[in-house]
């Protein structure tokens, strides 16, 4: 159940004592995320591995964006720590899925609804968000959706 949760922390040890302050950095940000989702209101002390996946997701999407608007605003060098940190916090991530895998499992999911046309995007996002949580970012199941029903 707190499986992720364990092994951020056990690694945290480890950055440490390696003294790599960017994984140290990403390691205490994402074990803070992990105890504020486990004594949020409403929670019942366990952190399941599914939303630990999605609050790594999150912070991910957060830590790419701060780097483009770095990069925007000509700050290369926080642009650069924001991207290893991003970078650590992928590692944590079930493996994502190749774009073929995509396709296939998209195209699957629009079959199964019965999708037809642009019109369906919803019925189908709907689907393939909860189908492919944790295996791919949203955006990409976005993107793909949208070129297939295009089609």
Not at 16 to 31: N, T
Not at 55 to 62: G, P, Y
Not at 65 to 72: D, K, N, P, T
Not at 76 to 85: H, N, V, Y
């Amino acid at each position: 159940m707190n499986e992720l949760f364990d092994k951020v922390s056990g690694d945290i040890k480890t950055a440490m004592l390696a003294r790599d302050k960017v994984a140290l950095e990403a390691l205490r940000g994402m074990k803070k995320e992990f105890i504020e989702a486990k004594t949020a209101k409403g929670s019942d002390g366990n952190l399941a591995d599914d939303v630990a996946v999605k609050i790594l997701q999150k912070m991910i999407k957060q830590r790419k964006e701060s780097a483009q608007i770095y990069s925007e605003q000509n700050r290369p060098e926080l642009a650069e720590i924001e991207l290893a940190e991003a970078a650590v916090i992928e590692k944590y991530l079930p493996t994502q899925m190749t774009d073929a895998e995509l396709e296939s499992a998209v195209s699957a999911i629009i079959a199964q609804v019965g999708a037809t046309g642009p019109q369906d995007m919803g019925k189908v996002m709907g689907a393939a968000s909860k189908q492919l949580a944790g295996k791919t970012e949203g955006k990409l199941i976005s993107d793909k959706v949208k070129a297939l029903l295009a089609k």
